[in-house]
């Protein structure tokens, strides 16, 4: 992008803080969490993650607020608005606001679905939904940032937070290791990252994206195979794609899986992995647009990779977790397709794409980890495909939702996980990309499979345990509301398509992010 | 009722499922009984369309049309369109029929997971009803997709011994061809988006702007449309999830499958390939390819039939065989042909219907389907082997019985065009009665042997309810299928011009039905019916399709009913 930004203020003022506030509220909370925790007897636990639900409610009316903010504006004859605060580092446009609003769901549902599995694994403690909330600050830090220096501390906030929480079963091997092998890998690539984004500082003397897009333009216009844009560009590059948990960096997500605990598992596999693509995105349309025509060959084999090996692997797991981690690899597979046919410039339905993907895989994926949340019962772990056997029997409500979720996942329309693919697969056809849409279909035929395996264990074996599958209100309420959003974005997806494309700065009937902030 | 009889036939099935998951599912009878009347009511509201569809027989396009483009996802440009021509029309009447009878007849058969049973049935009824009325391709690919899932759950949870890798095979086979389906629709969508500034789904539109895709494109379209057609048909290569699919299937799954479930992907070939690629399906290798692909499935289909020992294996690939007639018919690219391969699709609806049925009742007495575990059936079952032969013989073929209408058409229509197809397609009609035949021999003929077989009830009344309409439609097609080619007789012809502008004996009438599109090449049916009164004037008698070649002394259904068409007022009472 050429344009720059160019309308920041040198000093700070009372509205940087409105920008902020739903991270500053999400922070009170937080601590606010640990410091009452401190007070709580044993029996009393519940009340820290209702404390947290409303400091996620809080969190999203600040949103609100903001986006209201943004209605009056444009009201008054600004096309877009977009505002920035603290000296030009911290960016609330759509594109932001789009990924506020996931985030708070995320987590929202997570905490919902956590709240009686703590106590079944006696770690009902305030510092999980502390934990939780500041990872959230994290990630609207890395959607919202527009320095890398902001992007990077919002992604070690919410990465340190989530090592933590993946380890967080302290009595569990499994939880212990997953953990361990989390944080070395995350630290590993974070640096590796970091790297490359200094190396960039270097290259272009600023940590402001819009700057190092307009001084990379320049760098590439006389040496066009500068060897340090290249190192730079690959090392960002390993860094993110580490983040997303791309093939070949994917191999510590099946571990992270499997080991953290289920509820922390879901919100991983959407919240944190949404985060990790707003960052992304961020990265690649704004700072290194110039570098386009260097990532993409790259991003095509890599994307190419990453539905071979997620598929692939998935078909032989036994272990719903580890399917599930495989799966959402698949996922990110199709996700990188829409970003190799769209630049956000002469086409942006790939970018819209990843928008609306990561939207209904907030809700199908995170129902999917919700039923599987349920399975854990007393003395049984419940998260191996054996496991879920007979559900039908035992739980025929949440049997038939699962089939929703793993129908939804294996992108079967009517359902919400169609509209993913749908735009995908569209944007690749718009764009000529004839033979990866049908590598991608292909593949999602293969996904089919494996999620298929599930829903026969689940509805066409017997139980292998009698042990009855309860499920709480709060539980009952987080699967209301992903299925709800599982079967409404399916059927009537028309108000969350112009949502994503207001988000983008798409006026219905033009096809580019023209007016979206650069 | 009559602006909105589409909607409500196809969501009448859905409102049943709805209303039987209130009931609670231990009270199985009551279940049986809502899901019955819900049955029978999908097809009771279907019988108004009769009359009112036979008065509108003779207008081109779709009528009854509900809905508007783009009032579902106007975002993307997609409605939920709905309307029928004379060819969804005869396929909508064979689903209602198939299912209300599907549904009677698992009375029995069904005694686990009622509840979830009669659900996931009417569910399906809604989405194949679906998949034949959509105008809008989006709507036409997400009932496609759709109504897998049913599918998939009525085999994998009542179906046989192996039912896990059945379901899950057709499962995936059918989602490969839609997927690459979907890529295809895309291209086409984006194209239309590319010629006309216009995105949009609307099957009226694309028809126009389709054909207009030439070279290697429309090629690679052509392919991608037809691997999803063609799995679900099955043709030849692509056959082999239809007999674990049957075989697994519980009865009713497997009357759905073969009576409905294939006709789709021919339906699908004649709705959708003809008319968007009509150049490719006129170029001489690609027809030939498809023609060949059709008779190595009519006699592979029939051979393999021949050597099988199971009783329902036989009648799956007897399906393979019979499909493969219908897709010779529908890229013989004559009216003839086309007609008769629509004939022949519902005959086979019918009359295969009607042996999977056969079989699930010797199957609900003695729980096996080996055909040397019986013999001398008709010692001990008089009245069920009267049926079973009438239907067997409607199946081989046999003139007066719906069969012999459909093949005989078929194979003139193909004569005319090439008689070497047609040479190679006749093998089918013998084996047909030679496997038929020589199983009722050994099922039904000489000594009960076998001492279990020697109290078999005969068949009660219910299990006769389920036979007396399929033999009443055999007969009925196989002595007047008059008024049959009569409603096919405008879509047909229509098409044809479409895929052949130069046609001899078509163009005019065409034409004069459309006088919209000077030019032939991108001739489509229209949308809507054009108001004009000639439009509804019928083509004039003695315009056969081939003036001079069809032969006289034989029985030529489509010609007579084309030529006493308009003076045939008394055969609108039907």
Not at chain 1, 90 to 108: E, N, P, Q, S, W
Not at chain 1, 126 to 139: I, P, R, T
Not at chain 1, 268 to 290: D, E, T
Not at chain 2, 113 to 137: H, I, P
Request: with cysteine; aromatic share 14%; glycine share 8%.
């Amino acid at each position: 992008m050429t344009t720059s930004l160019t309308t920041f203020s040198l000093s700070y003022s009372s509205t940087d803080y409105l920008l902020a506030l739903p991270m500053l509220l999400l922070t009170v909370f937080a601590l606010g969490i640990l410091m009452i925790d401190l007070m709580l007897p044993q029996q009393w636990k519940r009340v820290n993650a209702i404390t947290a639900l409303i400091g996620v409610a809080f969190s999203s009316v600040a949103v609100v607020k903001l986006h209201l903010v943004y209605h009056a504006a444009e009201k008054q004859g600004i096309a877009i608005a977009t505002f920035t605060g603290f000296m030009g580092s911290l960016v609330v446009d759509r594109f932001a606001i789009y990924f506020f609003y996931l985030f708070l769901m995320g987590a929202g549902i997570a905490i919902l679905m956590s709240m009686r599995y703590l106590e079944i694994e006696h770690e009902s403690h305030g510092e999980f939904y502390a934990l939780m909330l500041l990872s959230v600050v994290g990630m609207m830090c890395m959607a919202a940032g527009y320095d890398i220096v902001l992007i990077f501390i919002g992604l070690e906030l919410m990465a340190i937070s989530t090592y933590v929480l993946v380890g967080f079963l302290r009595r569990d091997k499994r939880s212990n290791e997953a953990a361990l092998k989390y944080l070395l890998l995350g630290a590993f690539s974070s640096g590796i990252f970091a790297y490359g984004l200094s190396l960039f500082y270097g290259l272009t003397g600023s940590t402001n994206l819009g700057q190092i897009a307009q001084k990379l333009q320049e760098v590439i216009a006389t040496r066009p195979n500068d060897p340090v844009v290249i190192f730079a560009l690959l090392t960002t590059t390993t860094g993110l794609l580490f983040k997303i948990a791309a093939v070949p960096f994917h191999q510590w997500a099946p571990d992270a899986y499997e080991g953290a605990p289920t509820s922390i598992t879901g919100f991983m596999s959407v919240a944190v992995k949404s985060a990790a693509w707003a960052m992304l995105l961020r990265i690649f349309l704004f700072g290194l647009y110039p570098l386009r025509s260097m990532y993409v060959p790259l991003l095509i084999f890599v994307a190419i990779a990453t539905m071979t090996g997620g598929n692939l692997a998935a078909i032989t797991q036994d272990n719903l977790k580890r399917l599930l981690a495989y799966s959402s690899i698949a996922h990110v597979g199709y996700m990188l397709l829409g970003l190799i046919a769209s630049d956000g410039q002469t086409n942006s339905t790939g970018i819209m794409a990843i928008m609306i993907y990561l939207l209904v895989y907030t809700f199908m994926n995170l129902g999917a980890f919700a039923v599987i949340t349920s399975l854990r019962r007393r003395n049984i772990i419940g998260d191996t495909v054996d496991d879920i056997a007979g559900l039908y029997f035992k739980a025929p409500t949440e049997a038939i939702l699962m089939l929703i979720f793993l129908l939804s996942l294996a992108g079967i329309p009517p359902l919400a996980g169609f509209w993913g693919k749908y735009f995908i697969f569209l944007a690749l056809i718009q764009t000529g990309h004839y033979a990866l849409a049908a590598i991608g279909v292909l593949y999602s035929v293969v996904g089919l499979y494996y999620y298929m395996r599930i829903a026969n264990s689940m509805l066409m074996r017997q139980p292998i345990d009698a042990e009855p599958v309860h499920t709480r209100p709060a539980m009952r309420l987080a699967l209301t509301i992903t299925a709800a959003g599982t079967v409404v974005i399916g059927l009537f997806p028309n108000f969350f398509i112009n949502v994503t494309n207001w988000s983008l700065g798409l006026v219905q009937g033009t096809q580019h992010m023209a007016g979206m902030l650069r | 009722m009559y602006n909105h009889i589409l909607s409500i036939i196809l969501f009448t099935p859905l409102v049943g499922a709805v209303l039987l998951m209130l009931v609670p599912k231990e009270n199985k009878d009551a279940i049986r009984w809502i899901g019955n009347i819900f049955g029978f009511l999908g097809f009771a509201v279907s019988l108004p369309l009769i009359p009112w569809f036979w008065a509108l027989k003779d207008r081109a396009g779709f009528q009854f049309v509900e809905g508007a483009p783009n009032n579902w996802i106007p975002s993307i440009g997609s409605g939920y369109v709905i309307g029928i021509d004379g060819i969804s029309f005869l396929l909508i009447m064979l689903t209602t029929l198939l299912g209300a009878i599907s549904i009677l007849s698992s009375w029995n058969a069904i005694q686990e997971r009622v509840k979830e049973y009669y659900v996931w049935f009417l569910v399906l009824q809604t989405g194949m009803l679906g998949v034949f009325m959509a105008n809008d391709m989006f709507l036409f690919f997400v009932f496609w997709e759709a109504m897998l899932v049913p599918m998939y759950l009525l085999i994998g949870i009542w179906g046989g011994p192996r039912k896990l890798y059945a379901a899950i095979k057709f499962f995936l086979y059918t989602l490969f061809g839609s997927v690459l389906m979907l890529l295809g629709i895309l291209f086409l969508y984006f194209h239309h988006h590319t010629l006309t500034g216009v995105y949009t789904f609307y099957l009226p539109d694309l028809y126009a702007t389709a054909p207009k895709i030439g070279g290697h494109a429309a090629i690679w379209l052509f392919f991608a449309f037809f691997v999803g057609f063609a799995i679900k048909v099955p043709m030849f290569p692509f056959h082999t999830w239809l007999p674990d699919a049957h075989v697994e299937a519980p009865t009713a799954g497997s009357v759905i499958l073969a009576g409905v479930l294939l006709k789709m992907g021919t339906y699908g070939l004649i709705r959708f390939s003809l008319p968007f690629f009509p150049a490719v399906a006129m170029t001489p290798w690609v027809r030939q390819f498809v023609i060949v692909l059709s008779l190595i499935a009519i006699i592979y289909g029939a051979l393999v039939s021949l050597m099988q020992k199971d009783m329902k294996k036989l009648v799956a690939y007897s399906s393979v065989s019979h499909l493969g007639f219908c897709t010779l018919g529908i890229f013989a690219l004559s009216p003839l042909g086309l007609s008769g391969s629509v004939l022949q699709q519902i005959n086979h609806g019918i009359s295969t219907g009607a042996l999977f049925l056969i079989v699930g009742i010797l199957y609900e007495r003695r729980h096996t389907r080996e055909i040397a575990e019986y013999g001398g059936i008709s010692n001990v079952m008089p009245v069920y082997a009267t049926i079973t032969l009438i239907m067997f013989m409607s199946s081989m073929g046999l003139p007066l019985l719906n069969g012999f209408v459909g093949e005989f058409t078929i194979l003139q229509g193909t004569f005319m065009e090439n008689k070497v197809w047609a040479a190679w397609a006749v093998p089918g009609v013998i084996l047909a009665a030679a496997y038929l035949l020589w199983l009722y021999q050994r099922v039904f003929f000489g000594p009960v042997n076998n001492p279990k077989n020697e109290k078999l009830l005969d068949l009660s009344g219910r299990e006769l309810a389920t036979f007396i309409p399929l033999v009443i439609v055999a007969f009925w097609i196989g002595l007047y299928p008059k008024p049959f080619f009569q409603i096919l007789a405008t879509p047909v012809n229509n098409l044809v011009a479409t895929v052949r502008p130069d046609y001899p004996g078509l163009a005019k009438p065409m034409l004069a039905a459309q006088p919209v599109n000077p030019n032939p090449e991108a001739a489509t049916p229209l949308p809507e019916p054009p108001k004009a009164p000639e439009t509804q004037k019928p083509a004039t008698p003695g315009d056969g399709q081939k003036p001079g070649v069809a032969t006289k002394q034989k029985p030529a259904p489509v010609n007579t009913a084309k030529a006493n068409l308009a003076a045939a007022p008394a055969a609108l009472g039907k």
